[in-house]
């Protein structure tokens, strides 16, 4: 899965994508991840943001980086950042990141604990919003 700009626009069309991937109806989605179809209907239009534990439940399903889910950031699987080949992944490589971007995904490859704490306090200011 190689991420293009018609699916990394907003963080709904990825959701929306996975889904029609998998060929699935909203509801379908919604039951394996014990959510509502009006919740998934709210996150593909953006309307609604989900829980950490339904990311983390959607991530698991399909096997995707949160970052990406989320907000768009790199590519969507682990395979793609890191082929079987044994490709070492380079972010400054990549066109289309920004110095942000490209320091943020450094700093997760470094210290992945202080990654996900900074994540766990990001999304807890967001959810304060």
């Not at 950490?52 to 590519?75: A, D, F, Q, R, S």
């Not at 969507?76 to 490209?102: N, S, V």
């Amino acid at each position: 899965m190689k991420p293009t700009s018609k699916y990394t626009e907003g963080f709904g069309e990825r959701v929306r994508y996975l889904r029609r991937k998998d060929k699935l109806k909203q509801d379908e989605l919604a039951e394996k991840l014990d959510i509502t179809r009006q919740s998934i209907s709210g996150y593909e239009t953006e309307r609604l943001f989900p829980s950490i534990k339904v990311v983390e439940k959607m991530c698991g399903l399909y096997n995707v980086n949160p970052w990406w889910l989320l907000y768009g950031i790199g590519y969507p699987t682990t395979e793609d950042i890191a082929p079987k080949g044994g490709i070492e992944y380079q972010p400054e490589k990549e066109q289309g990141l920004t110095p942000t971007q490209m320091a943020l995904i450094e700093f997760i490859i470094a210290d992945k604990d202080a990654a996900q704490q900074l994540a766990k306090q990001l999304w807890e200011k967001a959810l304060k919003i």
